[in-house]
């Protein structure tokens, strides 16, 4: 069917969502990891409720939790968009500044509060493809926040123009909005059945027209070394530096692949993210990437041999290694339900759109939700350059992500009555 025009105001949303501080800490043992993620959740619920959505809820682990009633009366699956409110520990969230570049013209992005900070078309070729666009970006000391306030504003658009047209056909609709999703707690206290969704989609994808059905497989590696401590000066012979053993084990890890720096595609790695180290004792933590199981595990072996053959030469020292399972890769789930990315695909096109299928170097919450029974692709949200200074986003892109969702819905509602009319005359 053709939808009535779309009156976007992702524009304001956006805006409004990206000056709010909303960094995920992932040292932090509360739920979740910091309290000033709630206040997103707060204005959420508050925009939601003005908008006709009474259910609209922020729980005490700061999930919201909101229903669009279905405007069809024949059964129709129940989807869920997804998208998280937090932000990346790596770079700063607070006191973000956004600023709008209009009718962008190709040319490299000099942010203002720090003019060494430069978005270069020739690091982001994306960019060669919004020239007329409108780019949104941070102002040089922090970064924007698009990961993944783009994709809620984007859901809370879509949300908008359900409500303001009724006329347009679709199923129930669950909104989740969750807190931690950038230290991979996204999704440890979601109610499933509170949820009562039977599909999902997380909008936390790069650009315009990209679905991505795939995303690495996860583990963490949390490697303990015991050294032997003395004093420096009574030293020789005797003390084994716990920091030295750990450093060393570091500089063992292969530098021509399976690093982050020097794989690309479908190419996993293993990554150092922290040491904390004394001469005594020392704790390493990493994490372990790969597109499937059988790799994951190919490289933990690899980094135990290698960290068994540095223990080797400090025999009072000793060793602990830990492998902590964080995600799977969700085309494992998604193959399954080959209905769930068909119909985001035609979506995308109904947008407007060339869908371009994709594999994610990294997870989403979807990740973890198909493993939990809600089989989850994700759709683009127009975000580029995560986690960084020179995070940026085009308004336009925001707007066909809110219209592909839109879409989506109604092709979930006409797929159902179709099966049921066929169902009917069988």
């Known amino acids: 069917m053709n939808l009535p025009p779309f009156q976007h105001q992702i524009l304001d949303r956006f805006l409004r969502y990206v000056q ?91 942010l203002p509060d720090d003019p060494s900070q430069v978005i270069d078309p020739a690091q982001h070729p994306d960019l060669k493809k919004q020239i007329g666009n409108d780019i949104i970006t941070a102002s040089g000391t922090t970064l924007l926040g698009a990961d993944n306030k783009a994709g809620i504003a984007a859901i809370m658009d879509a949300v908008a123009y359900w409500m303001a047209h009724p006329e347009v056909p679709h199923g129930t609709i669950r909104i989740l909005f969750t807190p931690d999703e950038e230290i991979g707690r996204g999704v440890d206290h979601v109610d499933m059945k509170k949820l009562g969704a039977d599909y999902g989609y997380t909008i936390d994808g790069e650009a315009a027209g990209t679905l991505e059905d795939e995303t690495f497989s996860a583990d963490a590696v949390t490697i303990h070394i015991q050294g032997v401590s003395a004093h420096p000066g009574f030293a020789k012979g005797k003390m084994e530096n716990a920091i030295k053993i750990a450093s060393e084990l570091i500089a063992s890890l292969p530098k021509d692949h399976c690093s982050p720096e020097t794989t690309e595609g479908r190419e996993g790695f293993i990554h150092p993210v922290e040491l904390k180290a004394i001469a005594e004792e020392a704790t390493l933590q990493l994490i372990i990437r790969d597109f499937t199981t059988e790799g994951l595990k190919e490289k933990e072996a690899l980094l135990h041999q290698l960290a068994q053959q540095v223990m080797a030469h400090y025999p009072y020292s000793k060793m602990t290694f830990s492998v902590t399972e964080q995600y799977r890769n969700m085309k494992e789930i998604l193959d399954q339900h080959p209905l769930v990315v068909s119909l985001a695909e035609e979506a995308i096109r109904r947008a407007g759109l060339e869908p371009q299928r994709r594999s994610i170097r990294g997870g989403t919450d979807g990740s973890r939700l198909s493993f939990m029974g809600l089989p989850c692709p994700n759709i683009f949200a127009g975000e580029h350059a995560f986690h960084s200074k020179h995070e940026w986003v085009s308004i336009q892109d925001m707007e066909k992500s809110a219209e592909t969702i839109v879409h989506l819905a109604t092709l979930w509602a006409t797929h159902a009555t179709q099966d049921k009319g066929e169902t009917t005359t069988t």
């Open 20 to 110: 709010i501080d909303t960094q995920s800490d992932p040292h932090a043992t509360t739920v979740p990891s910091t309290e000033k993620q709630k206040d997103l959740g707060r204005l959420l619920v508050q925009e939601l409720k003005e908008l006709g959505i009474q259910d609209a809820e922020l729980d005490t682990y700061g999930y919201v939790y909101a229903t669009v009633p279905a405007t069809v009366s024949d059964p129709v699956p129940v989807l869920c968009f997804c998208a998280h409110m937090d932000t990346s520990p790596d770079c700063s969230g607070a006191n973000v500044k956004p600023i709008v570049h209009r009718n962008y013209d190709g040319s490299p992005i000099v």
